[in-house]
């Protein structure tokens, strides 16, 4: 059983990333999935998530507008499009399988399913 994440890099201010997680062990269609990131000295921050009943997603106030999640059950992979990226957005982004998934939040612990984490630097 694995998630797998990949896509980030380094780019300047006002770029894009696509961000991809790739299960392998379990069908990911089955399971609501969450992005994450942690910053330096910070704790980590769940950003946005989409649910596996009807697609559901949530965003995190900070990057409503900007980033868009979407998943490919045929594919067993999960993505996270961002655009407009700022400096503040540099991190270590996570994608996991998260217990629940609403338009209002995300419900998580930390025995879920969790990518390796994939840096994000955005330049000013």
């Known amino acids: 059983v694995q998630l797998q994440a990949s896509g980030g890099g380094l780019v300047p201010a006002g770029g894009s990333l696509r961000l991809s997680c790739a299960a392998s062990?379990?069908?990911?269609?089955?399971?609501?999935i969450g992005w994450f990131r942690q910053a330096p000295g910070k704790l980590r921050e769940g950003i946005s998530c989409i649910s596996s009943s009807d697609g559901t997603t949530y965003y995190v106030d900070s990057v409503k507008g900007r980033f868009t999640i979407s998943r490919d059950n045929d594919k067993n992979t999960g993505h996270l499009q961002m655009n407009n990226l700022k400096p503040e957005d540099t991190a270590v982004y996570y994608c996991?399988?998260?217990?629940?998934?609403?338009?209002?939040?995300?419900?998580?612990?930390?025995?879920?399913?969790w990518g390796q984490g994939t840096q994000v630097t955005v330049s000013s």
């Open positions: 062990g379990f069908t990911l269609g089955s399971h609501d």
């Open positions: 996991a399988t998260v217990a629940k998934c609403s338009s209002e939040g995300i419900t998580w612990y930390w025995d879920n399913y």
